[in-house]
């Protein structure tokens, strides 16, 4: 297996991937979500391929085919009159094929975009994960990462 920066012919790939993670979302609030949605359009996902502030890193087997991903985004508010000015690299999604999970795939390619951030001279990594998905909360527990803010609501 080998990480690299995702390039727009991994894009099939990536969409197959971004489907199965809607449908856990869906499936678990179907309320906000879609089912059988897009999140980006190919002119959307070719921009953020193409974009440094928005990296994405794609787990590829031997015949290149995508077996998971991690889209990032670098966050930092300078001037910002309550937060501190730090460089943060946001987790906006990771996934691995649910054919290949069990394979350690979503641990080596957390543990690639933690050194990235760290290169990159990040003061940390963040994400969000809904709480109708308890299988990723215990993957990011069992990755050291811990709360940093939760968020609450009410349906009305």
């Known amino acids: 297996m080998t990480i690299r920066r995702a390039a727009n012919t991994d894009m099939d790939g990536i969409n197959k ?9 869906h499936n678990g609030r179907p309320d906000l979500f879609k089912p059988h949605a897009k999140k980006y359009t190919d002119e959307e996902l070719t921009a953020i391929i193409a974009d440094d ?3 994405i890193f ?5 015949r290149d085919e995508v077996l998971g991903y991690a889209f990032c985004i ?3 508010l300078p001037n910002d009159n309550i937060l501190t000015d730090i460089k943060t690299l946001y987790v ?23 050194e990235f951030a760290r290169a990159e001279g990040c003061y940390n990594l963040t994400l969000n994960v809904w ?12 990755c050291g990462l811990v709360p940093q803010k939760v968020g609450m609501e009410l349906i009305l």
């Open 17 to 25: 991937l971004l489907l199965q993670v809607l449908m856990v979302h």
């Open 53 to 55: 502030h928005t990296p």
């Open 58 to 62: 794609v787990a590829v087997d031997e």
């Open 74 to 76: 670098f966050k930092q």
């Open 92 to 114: 906006d999604d990771l996934c691995v094929d649910e054919d290949k999970r069990g394979m350690h795939i979503g641990k080596q390619l957390y543990d690639y975009v933690v």
């Open 131 to 142: 709480s109708c998905n308890p299988g990723a909360m215990k993957f990011y527990e069992k």
